[in-house]
């Protein structure tokens, strides 16, 4: 079930309790940096990511924001110049820094919650402005008018493009920014100025679109790229990780400490899955019952192993369960699980009958490496099947006589009598 990435936001409690978020405040950021429409959690987090990236952005806003101040202090001495230039100094390197921080642990955890300070600092930062610019427009003096209002049409540029990822919290910055600025022209002395005020509603307007059509844009090239890494890392019939996948799933879990010698438990344990009568399926009810039969079996490999382990089809009816730190007696279950399960009915072509051979090799006992053990495990798994199908075959050692015995009487399955 897709949740939304969890945001760090907490507030203080009392010494001796823990730190609780608090919920109604955590609603509200999770609905600020939400699209329009609901997305899966990996496009969510991609999309928040967004705008940490646009670091040079940021800073070309930060830089704008500060001449505008101190050209209004330049130009009127007044104290609230003066204020906006000491505020800008402070606020815009605590963005920065709060930005660079975002930015490294994105980079270090892509999956880590997202920290909500620098987007509150970027809140607080159109404020200011749209304070500054709003005295700027009151203190009459032209040249300072004109500025301000070039530096808002910059900034809201920016705004468009940094946020497209976020466009509801982009809207709200472009409001703040654009309509205070708005009513001072609307309300200025100065002959004609209002014409501006009754021009920006229209610009602001422009610009929320703009960042729309952005999001828009942006959300199609994620979920292209989402559905082009599915498609090069899953099998497109059953939806399990293909042979691609399995040998970056092999790496991950080989890698790390090694239990110790004295462990029951083993690094990793591999499953060759075989389907026996699969080519009789075919022959007698068509290639689109046997697909039918590979998705139902891909469904109850699944639901028979826990939830650590994966289940992947390198093609045809084989297929190969990796079962991370499990012990042999456990790896027993599973197998024997997975052949009970396999050979039941199916539903929607009873007659349709198929049974599961699997060889079972574990690591560091049969290899080191995704193809010593691949290899130990398809040989365990053709012995099972010269022995009669429908059973599993645990092999052991890596000499190169491997010794392969059964660990249970071999018998028949179910359903190689149909």
């Known amino acids: ?96 820094c709060l930005m ?28 200011l402005i749209s304070a500054g610019c709003y005295q700027c427009v009151a203190s009459g003096v032209m040249p300072l008018v004109l500025m301000a209002g070039i530096g808002l049409a910059n900034l809201v540029g920016g705004i468009a493009s940094r946020n497209a990822g976020t466009p509801r919290y982009g809207i709200l910055l472009i409001c703040i920014l654009t309509l205070p600025f708005a009513v001072a022209t609307i309300l200025s002395p100065v002959p004609f100025l209002f014409i501006i005020g009754l021009q920006t509603p229209v610009y602001t307007a422009g610009m929320i679109f703009l960042l729309l059509e952005n999001h828009k844009i942006l959300l199609d090239l994620h979920h292209s790229e989402r559905n082009n890494r599915l498609m090069a890392h899953h099998d497109l019939l059953t939806g399990l990780p293909n042979r691609a996948l399995n040998q970056k799933l092999f790496a991950e879990m080989l890698d ?42 891909a469904k109850r490999l699944r639901a028979s192993v826990r939830d650590v382990d994966f289940v992947c089809r390198l093609g045809g009816d084989e297929f190969v369960v990796l079962l991370p730190d499990i012990t042999e007696r456990e790896a027993v279950v ?8 396999v050979c039941e009915p199916f539903e929607f072509a009873p007659a349709a009958c ?21 290899s130990a495990a398809d040989r365990a798994m053709y012995e099972a ?14 000499e190169l006589v491997a010794e392969i015995v059964p660990l249970v009487p071999l018998a028949k399955t179910p359903a190689l009598a149909c």
């Open 256 to 297: 790390g400490p090694w239990p110790e010698a004295a462990s029951a438990s083993s690094k990793l344990t591999v499953f060759c899955v075989d389907l026996d009568g699969f080519k009789g399926v075919n022959d007698r009810f068509g290639h689109a019952a046997g697909d039918a039969v590979l998705v139902a079996v």
């Open 1 to 96: 079930m897709a949740t939304m990435v969890p945001l760090a936001s907490t507030v203080s409690a009392p010494a001796g309790h823990p730190r609780r978020p608090w919920f109604p405040f955590h609603a509200s950021v999770e609905w600020l940096l939400a699209g329009p429409r609901p997305q899966p959690d990996d496009i969510h987090n991609e999309l928040l990511q967004q705008r940490t990236n646009k670091t040079r952005t940021m800073v070309v806003a930060i830089l704008a924001s500060l001449l505008i101040a101190s050209l209004a202090a330049a130009l009127t001495g007044a104290a609230w110049a003066y204020a906006w230039v000491l505020a800008e100094l402070a606020l815009g390197s605590t963005r920065i």
């Open 100 to 127: 660079m921080r975002a930015l490294a642990r994105a980079k270090r955890d892509r999956r880590a919650p997202v920290n909500v300070s620098p987007i509150w600092a970027g809140l607080a930062s159109v404020v």
């Open 385 to 398: 099947k010269r022995r009669g199908k429908g059973d599993f075959v645990i092999h052991r050692g890596v």
């Open 354 to 374: 198929v049974g599961a051979s699997i060889g079972i090799a574990s690591a560091p006992r049969d290899g080191t490496s995704a193809d010593e053990l691949l």
């Open 334 to 341: 599973v197998a024997e699980r997975i052949i009970s399960r």
